[in-house]
């Protein structure tokens, strides 16, 4: 998300609006042409395009949203017409949002009522490792496997991520957070990890870039753990309705 706000920023920053379709039902009757592209950001995994007319779109991906860039007069491509939510064009891109779930504008000002309930962010200006650490230590009992994807405690870890911080810090994703020992390294390594990754598509914990070899136990199911050759376990567990698939080495990270 980072690099893809990165990508957006450049194309569009400091660049007036010729072309604005918002083509969701509460945002149809907006039209943001004629405005200047102050600036695009991330917080943790939303997206936040501000402009000069004090306003800002914030869009989420979730699971399968995407913003594609095309030079004007380009081709679009990367999904059907119907699945188009956003449009921004400007006179030489034309900036094009496939299936994406969230899509509102709201006051400058007034961000914090979209983002104000993250947690710091890995990868953002405000990152706060004793924050991050103060917040996860608030529920003892939880497991840290779902604190971790709690973007109010800290924002940006996703199952990847999770998955593969736990596997380096020897750590089960059933533990409770009042039994894990070096909390703050882990957040810190957290951050490291996301850091190293922030500008490839490629993401690794590896440092191997090779499909099969950039992570030790995501999606490794049955598969021999790198390290001690145990086969890769795999379970979905979390809040109801919310449940995420983690993965972990037996061996490496016992279950306490």
């Given amino acids: 998300m980072w690099r893809a706000c990165r990508r957006l920023h450049e194309v569009l920053a400091g660049r007036r609006l010729t072309r604005c ?31 000069d007319s004090s306003y ?28 188009i939510r956003a449009v921004l064009g400007t006179e030489e891109h034309d900036v094009v949002g496939y299936r994406l779930p969230v899509l509102e504008l709201v006051e400058t000002s007034a961000e914090d009522t979209v983002v104000g309930h993250l947690g710091p962010d890995l990868l953002g200006p405000d990152w706060d490792v004793d924050e991050a650490v103060r917040r996860l230590s608030a529920q003892p009992q ?11 405690n800290l924002a940006g870890i996703g199952t990847f991520y999770r998955a593969e911080l736990l596997f380096l810090q020897g750590i089960h994703p059933r533990t409770p957070v009042g039994q894990v020992t070096k909390l703050e390294r882990l957040v810190r ?10 500008w490839r598509p490629e993401q690794t914990t590896t440092g191997d870039l090779r499909a099969s070899k950039r992570a ?41």
Wanted: net charge positive.
């Fill in 56 to 83: 800002t779109l914030h869009a989420h991906f979730r699971m399968d949203g995407t913003w594609k860039i095309f030079a004007r007069g380009q081709k679009w491509f990367g999904g059907e017409e119907f699945q």
């Fill in 142 to 152: 939880r497991s840290i496997g779902e604190a971790l994807l709690d973007q109010r």
């Fill in 189 to 198: 390594r957290g951050q490291q990890l996301l850091y190293a990754n922030r």
């Fill in 216 to 256: 030790w136990v995501f999606e490794r199911t049955r598969q021999p753990c790198r390290r001690c050759g145990t086969p890769i376990e795999t379970e979905e567990f979390g809040p109801v309705g919310q449940e995420r698939r983690s993965y972990w080495c037996p061996r490496c990270q016992p279950q306490p």
């Fill in 21 to 51: 379709e918002l083509r969701v039902p509460q945002l149809a009757t907006t039209d943001l042409t004629g405005a200047v592209v102050t600036e695009v950001v991330s917080r943790g995994k939303h997206q936040l395009f501000r402009l």
